[in-house]
Protein backbone atom coordinates (compact mmCIF):
# COMPACT_ATOMS: atom_id res chain seq x y z
CA UNK A 1 0.00 0.00 0.00
CA UNK A 2 3.22 2.53 0.79
CA UNK A 3 3.67 2.64 -3.17
CA UNK A 4 0.09 3.47 -3.68
CA UNK A 5 0.22 6.18 -1.19
CA UNK A 6 2.86 8.16 -3.06
CA UNK A 7 0.87 8.83 -5.92
CA UNK A 8 -2.34 10.03 -3.46
CA UNK A 9 -1.14 11.60 -0.64
CA UNK A 10 -10.52 14.40 15.20
CA UNK A 11 -13.57 16.08 14.97
CA UNK A 12 -15.01 12.88 16.68
CA UNK A 13 -15.19 14.84 19.58
CA UNK A 14 -17.43 18.25 18.20
CA UNK A 15 -21.09 18.06 16.98
CA UNK A 16 -21.27 19.31 13.24
CA UNK A 17 -23.81 21.64 12.34
CA UNK A 18 -26.04 20.90 9.09
CA UNK A 19 -26.87 23.51 7.06
CA UNK A 20 -26.97 25.06 3.43
CA UNK A 21 -24.20 23.47 1.39
CA UNK A 22 -23.37 26.23 -0.59
CA UNK A 23 -19.69 28.04 -0.32
CA UNK A 24 -18.89 31.33 -0.83
CA UNK A 25 -15.30 31.19 -2.35
CA UNK A 26 -12.98 33.42 -1.11
CA UNK A 27 -11.87 36.49 -3.82
CA UNK A 28 -8.27 35.39 -6.19
CA UNK A 29 -5.23 35.96 -3.90
CA UNK A 30 -4.44 39.20 -6.21
CA UNK A 31 -7.82 40.62 -4.37
CA UNK A 32 -6.91 39.74 -0.96
CA UNK A 33 -3.42 41.88 -0.76
CA UNK A 34 -3.38 44.17 2.16
CA UNK A 35 -4.71 47.43 2.14
CA UNK A 36 -1.70 50.25 2.88
CA UNK A 37 -3.37 51.31 5.49
CA UNK A 38 -4.86 48.45 6.83
CA UNK A 39 -4.44 47.96 10.63
CA UNK A 40 -3.83 44.40 12.47
CA UNK A 41 -6.07 43.37 15.50
CA UNK A 42 -4.49 39.96 17.10
CA UNK A 43 -7.63 38.49 18.26
CA UNK A 44 -7.83 34.58 19.39
CA UNK A 45 -11.45 34.96 20.41
CA UNK A 46 -12.82 36.23 17.09
CA UNK A 47 -12.58 33.31 14.96
CA UNK A 48 -14.53 30.14 17.49
CA UNK A 49 -12.05 27.37 16.45
CA UNK A 50 -12.72 23.95 17.69
CA UNK A 51 -11.29 20.76 16.74
CA UNK A 52 -8.01 19.15 16.28
CA UNK A 53 -5.24 21.83 15.59
CA UNK A 54 -2.49 19.56 14.66
CA UNK A 55 -0.61 17.73 11.77
CA UNK A 56 -3.13 15.52 10.28
CA UNK A 57 -5.85 17.48 11.66
CA UNK A 58 -9.11 19.67 10.83
CA UNK A 59 -10.62 22.47 12.99
CA UNK A 60 -13.80 24.15 12.01
CA UNK A 61 -14.86 27.92 13.32
CA UNK A 62 -17.40 30.94 12.48
CA UNK A 63 -15.44 33.75 10.24
CA UNK A 64 -15.60 36.88 12.68
CA UNK A 65 -19.04 39.12 11.72
CA UNK A 66 -18.34 41.28 8.87
CA UNK A 67 -15.57 39.36 7.41
CA UNK A 68 -15.46 40.00 3.60
CA UNK A 69 -12.10 37.31 3.19
CA UNK A 70 -10.48 34.28 5.24
CA UNK A 71 -7.18 33.17 5.08
CA UNK A 72 -4.97 30.55 6.55
CA UNK A 73 -1.10 31.19 6.18
CA UNK A 74 -1.72 33.70 3.24
CA UNK A 75 -4.15 31.42 1.18
CA UNK A 76 -8.30 31.30 0.50
CA UNK A 77 -10.03 29.49 2.86
CA UNK A 78 -14.01 29.04 1.52
CA UNK A 79 -16.35 30.27 4.02
CA UNK A 80 -20.73 29.55 4.51
CA UNK A 81 -23.01 31.09 4.30
CA UNK A 82 -23.78 31.30 7.84
CA UNK A 83 -19.97 32.06 8.60
CA UNK A 84 -18.60 28.25 9.30
CA UNK A 85 -15.32 27.02 7.62
CA UNK A 86 -12.81 24.50 8.02
CA UNK A 87 -8.97 24.39 8.07
CA UNK A 88 -6.68 21.35 7.90
CA UNK A 89 -3.28 20.82 8.78
CA UNK A 90 -1.09 18.76 6.75
CA UNK A 91 0.90 15.72 8.09
CA UNK A 92 3.70 17.81 8.32
CA UNK A 93 2.52 21.10 9.05
CA UNK A 94 5.14 23.85 10.65
CA UNK A 95 4.51 24.24 14.12
CA UNK A 96 2.54 27.60 13.62
CA UNK A 97 -0.21 29.01 11.74
CA UNK A 98 -1.63 32.11 10.51
CA UNK A 99 -5.58 32.75 10.08
CA UNK A 100 -6.47 36.03 9.43
CA UNK A 101 -10.06 37.52 8.19
CA UNK A 102 -10.29 41.22 6.42
CA UNK A 103 -13.34 43.30 7.45
CA UNK A 104 -14.49 46.42 4.93
CA UNK A 105 -12.62 48.87 7.09
CA UNK A 106 -9.47 47.70 6.19
CA UNK A 107 -8.70 45.81 9.68
CA UNK A 108 -7.41 42.85 9.33
CA UNK A 109 -7.66 40.15 12.30
CA UNK A 110 -5.44 37.88 12.94
CA UNK A 111 -5.04 34.23 15.19
CA UNK A 112 -1.81 32.78 15.44
CA UNK A 113 -2.38 28.95 15.96
CA UNK A 114 -0.29 26.61 17.73
CA UNK A 115 0.04 23.29 15.68
CA UNK A 116 0.79 20.72 17.94
CA UNK A 117 3.16 17.97 16.40
CA UNK A 118 2.83 14.17 16.17
CA UNK A 119 4.82 11.08 16.88
CA UNK A 120 4.66 8.96 13.77
CA UNK A 121 5.46 5.56 13.31
CA UNK A 122 9.07 5.02 11.59
CA UNK A 123 10.46 2.15 10.64
CA UNK A 124 13.84 1.88 9.37
CA UNK A 125 15.17 -0.68 7.02
CA UNK A 126 18.88 -0.02 6.67
CA UNK A 127 19.82 -3.29 4.31
CA UNK A 128 16.68 -2.32 1.55
CA UNK A 129 16.97 -0.05 -1.40
CA UNK A 130 14.00 2.48 -1.88
CA UNK A 131 12.69 1.23 -5.15
CA UNK A 132 13.15 0.77 -8.50
CA UNK A 133 13.48 2.93 -11.14
CA UNK A 134 10.46 3.24 -13.37
CA UNK A 135 10.28 2.82 -16.86
CA UNK A 136 9.69 5.32 -19.50
CA UNK A 137 6.58 3.68 -20.48
CA UNK A 138 5.45 3.92 -16.30
CA UNK A 139 6.06 7.34 -15.88
CA UNK A 140 3.87 8.13 -19.62
CA UNK A 141 1.18 6.88 -17.92
CA UNK A 142 0.99 8.08 -14.56
CA UNK A 143 1.64 11.52 -15.80
CA UNK A 144 -1.85 10.84 -17.18
CA UNK A 145 -3.13 8.84 -14.33
CA UNK A 146 -1.97 11.96 -12.05
CA UNK A 147 -3.41 14.69 -13.97
CA UNK A 148 -7.05 13.43 -13.58
CA UNK A 149 -6.83 13.08 -9.98
CA UNK A 150 -5.67 16.84 -9.63
CA UNK A 151 -8.19 17.60 -11.90
CA UNK A 152 -10.80 15.57 -9.70
CA UNK A 153 -9.76 17.53 -6.65
CA UNK A 154 -9.94 21.39 -8.45
CA UNK A 155 -13.36 20.56 -8.33
CA UNK A 156 -14.98 22.48 -5.33
CA UNK A 157 -18.93 21.41 -4.81
CA UNK A 158 -21.38 22.98 -3.04
CA UNK A 159 -22.15 19.54 -0.65
CA UNK A 160 -22.22 19.90 3.19
CA UNK A 161 -20.95 16.46 3.92
CA UNK A 162 -17.61 18.55 5.51
CA UNK A 163 -20.03 19.47 8.17
CA UNK A 164 -21.23 15.71 9.23
CA UNK A 165 -19.36 13.94 11.60
CA UNK A 166 -17.66 10.89 9.19
CA UNK A 167 -18.37 7.66 9.52
CA UNK A 168 -15.74 4.80 8.58
CA UNK A 169 -16.51 4.00 5.25
CA UNK A 170 -15.40 0.37 6.53
CA UNK A 171 -14.37 -1.90 9.79
CA UNK A 172 -11.83 -4.13 10.39
CA UNK A 173 -8.36 -4.70 11.38
CA UNK A 174 -6.11 -1.19 10.64
CA UNK A 175 -3.10 -2.81 8.70
CA UNK A 176 -2.28 0.62 8.02
CA UNK A 177 -2.11 4.34 9.65
CA UNK A 178 -1.55 7.53 8.79
CA UNK A 179 1.42 9.56 8.50
CA UNK A 180 3.79 6.20 9.37
CA UNK A 181 6.85 6.20 7.29
CA UNK A 182 10.09 3.70 6.41
CA UNK A 183 13.78 4.79 6.07
CA UNK A 184 15.07 2.79 2.95
CA UNK A 185 19.02 2.82 3.41
CA UNK A 186 19.06 5.96 5.14
CA UNK A 187 16.84 7.66 2.44
CA UNK A 188 13.11 8.80 3.43
CA UNK A 189 10.47 6.99 1.39
CA UNK A 190 6.97 8.71 1.47
CA UNK A 191 4.45 8.59 4.44
CA UNK A 192 1.72 6.77 4.49
CA UNK A 193 -0.88 9.27 3.14
CA UNK A 194 -4.24 7.38 4.40
CA UNK A 195 -5.49 4.51 6.69
CA UNK A 196 -5.57 0.80 5.28
CA UNK A 197 -8.43 -1.59 6.61
CA UNK A 198 -7.99 -5.25 5.99
CA UNK A 199 -11.22 -7.06 4.93
CA UNK A 200 -11.88 -9.40 2.20
CA UNK A 201 -12.32 -8.94 -1.39
CA UNK A 202 -16.09 -7.87 -2.22
CA UNK A 203 -16.54 -6.42 1.55
CA UNK A 204 -18.91 -3.51 1.01
CA UNK A 205 -17.42 -0.04 1.40
CA UNK A 206 -19.84 2.77 2.09
CA UNK A 207 -19.71 6.91 1.55
CA UNK A 208 -18.22 8.26 5.29
CA UNK A 209 -20.15 12.12 4.35
CA UNK A 210 -22.52 13.19 1.31
CA UNK A 211 -20.78 14.38 -1.15
CA UNK A 212 -20.57 14.46 -5.18
CA UNK A 213 -18.08 11.84 -7.40
CA UNK A 214 -15.49 13.26 -8.86
CA UNK A 215 -13.16 10.42 -10.06
CA UNK A 216 -14.16 6.88 -10.73
CA UNK A 217 -11.52 5.13 -12.29
CA UNK A 218 -13.34 2.05 -13.89
CA UNK A 219 -9.74 1.22 -15.67
CA UNK A 220 -7.10 0.49 -12.81
CA UNK A 221 -4.54 2.85 -12.33
CA UNK A 222 -1.40 1.64 -11.93
CA UNK A 223 -0.58 2.32 -7.86
CA UNK A 224 -4.17 3.02 -6.97
CA UNK A 225 -5.97 0.42 -8.30
CA UNK A 226 -10.01 1.05 -9.32
CA UNK A 227 -10.07 4.50 -7.93
CA UNK A 228 -12.94 6.29 -6.78
CA UNK A 229 -13.07 10.08 -5.22
CA UNK A 230 -15.92 11.62 -3.45
CA UNK A 231 -15.89 15.54 -2.98
CA UNK A 232 -17.73 16.43 0.87
CA UNK A 233 -17.19 20.38 0.14
CA UNK A 234 -15.48 23.27 1.06
CA UNK A 235 -12.11 21.83 0.23
CA UNK A 236 -12.65 18.41 1.61
CA UNK A 237 -12.52 15.08 0.06
CA UNK A 238 -11.79 11.54 -0.23
CA UNK A 239 -9.72 8.89 -2.30
CA UNK A 240 -10.55 5.08 -1.78
CA UNK A 241 -8.01 2.86 -3.44
CA UNK A 242 -7.82 -0.31 -4.42
CA UNK A 243 -11.49 -1.52 -5.15
CA UNK A 244 -12.61 -4.66 -7.00
CA UNK A 245 -15.71 -2.70 -7.72
CA UNK A 246 -16.71 1.23 -7.80
CA UNK A 247 -21.17 1.25 -7.81
CA UNK A 248 -21.38 5.14 -8.49
CA UNK A 249 -20.35 7.41 -11.33
CA UNK A 250 -19.19 10.63 -12.00
CA UNK A 251 -21.05 13.60 -10.96
CA UNK A 252 -23.54 10.98 -8.60
CA UNK A 253 -24.26 12.78 -5.02
CA UNK A 254 -24.17 10.38 -2.56
CA UNK A 255 -25.19 10.00 0.99
CA UNK A 256 -23.59 8.90 3.74
CA UNK A 257 -23.75 5.06 4.46
CA UNK A 258 -24.55 4.52 0.68
CA UNK A 259 -22.79 1.70 -0.45
CA UNK A 260 -20.23 2.76 -3.26
CA UNK A 261 -18.07 -0.23 -4.13
CA UNK A 262 -16.29 -3.49 -2.56
CA UNK A 263 -12.77 -4.00 -1.09
CA UNK A 264 -9.98 -5.58 -3.44
CA UNK A 265 -6.59 -5.44 -4.17
CA UNK A 266 -6.50 -3.72 -7.77
CA UNK A 267 -3.11 -1.84 -8.64
CA UNK A 268 -0.48 -1.93 -6.79
CA UNK A 269 -1.31 -4.06 -3.53
CA UNK A 270 -0.04 -7.12 -1.63
CA UNK A 271 -3.87 -8.22 -0.43
CA UNK A 272 -7.11 -7.06 -0.29
CA UNK A 273 -7.82 -4.07 1.83
CA UNK A 274 -9.23 -0.70 1.61
CA UNK A 275 -6.85 2.47 1.21
CA UNK A 276 -9.03 5.64 2.60
CA UNK A 277 -7.33 8.92 2.19
CA UNK A 278 -8.35 12.34 3.05
CA UNK A 279 -7.26 15.84 1.87
CA UNK A 280 -8.48 19.19 2.68
CA UNK A 281 -7.01 21.85 -0.20
CA UNK A 282 -3.34 20.74 -0.32
CA UNK A 283 -3.37 18.77 3.45
CA UNK A 284 -3.32 15.49 3.99
CA UNK A 285 -5.51 14.36 6.55
CA UNK A 286 -5.55 11.15 9.14
CA UNK A 287 -9.30 9.97 7.97
CA UNK A 288 -8.75 8.70 11.83
CA UNK A 289 -9.58 12.14 13.57
CA UNK A 290 -12.46 12.73 11.24
CA UNK A 291 -14.12 9.16 11.64
CA UNK A 292 -13.01 8.69 15.84
CA UNK A 293 -12.34 5.04 17.10
CA UNK A 294 -13.08 2.04 14.83
CA UNK A 295 -16.50 0.71 15.84
CA UNK A 296 -16.48 -3.04 17.20
Same mark, same amino acid.
Given at each position: ????????? @???????? &? =?????? #?? %?????? /??????????????????????????A???????????????????????????????????????????????????????????????????????????????????????????? @???????? &? =????R? #?? %?????? /???????????G???????????????????????D?????????????????L?????????????????????????????Q??????????????????????????????????????
Amino acid at each position: MRAAARGLG @ALSTMTML &A =GCGATI #VA %PPQQQQ /SMPPTASIVVDNSAFQLAGAIEQGGVAMGFAPVGAEWLRLDGKPVGVAPDGRFMIGFDRDQPPMATLEAARADGTILRRELVVAARAWPIESLPTLPRGTTPTPEFLARRKIELEQIAA @ARAIDSAV &A =GWRQRF #VW %PASGRI /SGVFGSQRIYAGEPGAFHTGVDIARPEGTEVVAPADGVVILAAQAPFTLEGRLLMIDHGMGLNSAFLHLSRIDVAVGQMVRQGQPIGAIGMTGRATGPHLHWALKWRDARIDPARLAGAMPK
